[in-house]
């Protein structure tokens, strides 16, 4: 099992940038893939990308790809979601959630942080 706390999150102007951390505690990070996910009101939990064990692989959305960089750092329990050139609609409870296999559903990730809050201002 493992405990997730998410960190960074803020209020930033469009066009700036966040970078959002994930930090682990329990059973070694090493052992799953992470996965990012929003959710703003009114809507469903959104994926953002994810990336393999040991950091070869990522995946991001189409909506992201080119803008958002996921990464992590097993030795310190830390997975990262840095965001540039954010836009307004991107607003939203950004979540970081452990899984032991690559999805990009949410319903495939056992273990989840409570959220951090990303607020993008026009």
């Known amino acids: 099992q493992v405990q997730l706390v998410e960190s960074g999150g803020g209020l930033v102007q469009a066009g700036g940038s966040l970078r959002l951390s994930c930090a682990a505690s329990?059973?070694?990070?090493?052992?799953?893939?992470m996965g990012w996910f929003r959710q703003a009101p009114g809507k469903e939990r959104e994926f953002v990308g994810a990336i393999s064990w040991y950091g070869a692989n990522t995946y991001y959305s189409d909506s992201v790809k080119g803008r958002f960089t996921i990464s992590r750092n097993n030795a310190a329990n830390t997975v990262y979601l840095q965001m540039n050139s954010l836009k307004p609609e991107e607003t939203a409870v950004y979540y970081c959630?452990?899984?032991?296999?690559?999805?990009?559903?949410?319903?495939?990730?056992?273990?989840w942080g409570q959220g951090t809050q990303v607020t993008v201002s026009s």
């Open positions: 329990g059973r070694a990070l090493s052992s799953y893939y």
């Open positions: 959630a452990a899984s032991s296999y690559y999805s990009d559903s949410p319903i495939n990730y056992n273990y």
